[in-house]
């Protein structure tokens, strides 16, 4: 196993983290709360999305790290044989996208769940639920964009 290897696990095991744990949220943890009332929602949510964000700023950190690596090992090599590097449609349309997916959990983790986290300080249940209106809307754009990108890498 080659350190382009493990750099190219570690990417995409990153992206199944964030995107898989995305899925898991949005399509069967956010549904089955309804079982609870909804200040035992806010506050599980909260708890929830707490450890979440956690996993996914490093998930973030080493999609990005990772994938900035390997495009800068693929230019040393091009250029150690005399070429010239030119970035393939995939690498650029997952540069890109996955530039934009990182962008939005910033606003995610860093504004729509601080204001989710006033709000559960405050047990202002009724801001708590809009904060986590917000927060699905983003993370379903996310998802969105997540299998999008996996579905045009897969499919060129």
């Keep these: 196993m080659t350190g382009s290897d493990i750099l190219r696990t570690v990417h ?3 992206v199944v983290v964030w995107v898989g744990g995305m899925a898991f949220a949005h399509f069967f943890l956010r549904p089955s709360l309804a079982v609870l009332e909804p200040p035992q929602r806010v506050r599980l949510m909260h708890a929830v999305l707490a450890r979440f964000f956690r996993a996914v700023l490093v998930a973030a950190t080493l999609v990005l790290v990772t994938g900035v690596w390997i495009i800068g090992a693929r230019t040393r090599q091009v250029a150690q044989s005399g070429g010239k590097f030119q970035l393939p449609m995939d690498w650029m349309v997952m540069t890109v996208i996955g530039v934009l997916m990182i962008a ?5 983790r860093f504004g729509l769940y601080a204001r989710l986290d006033r709000a559960v300080s405050a047990a202002d249940m009724t801001a708590g639920g809009a904060a986590l209106a917000s927060i699905r809307r983003w993370v ?7 299998l999008a990108i996996i579905a045009f ?4």
């Excluded at 939005?104 to 995610?108: D, E, L, P, V």
């Design 140 to 146: 379903g754009v996310n998802l969105a964009l997540g």
């Design 153 to 156: 890498v897969l499919l060129t």
């Design 104 to 108: 939005i959990f910033g606003h995610i």
């Design 12 to 14: 995409v095991l990153s």
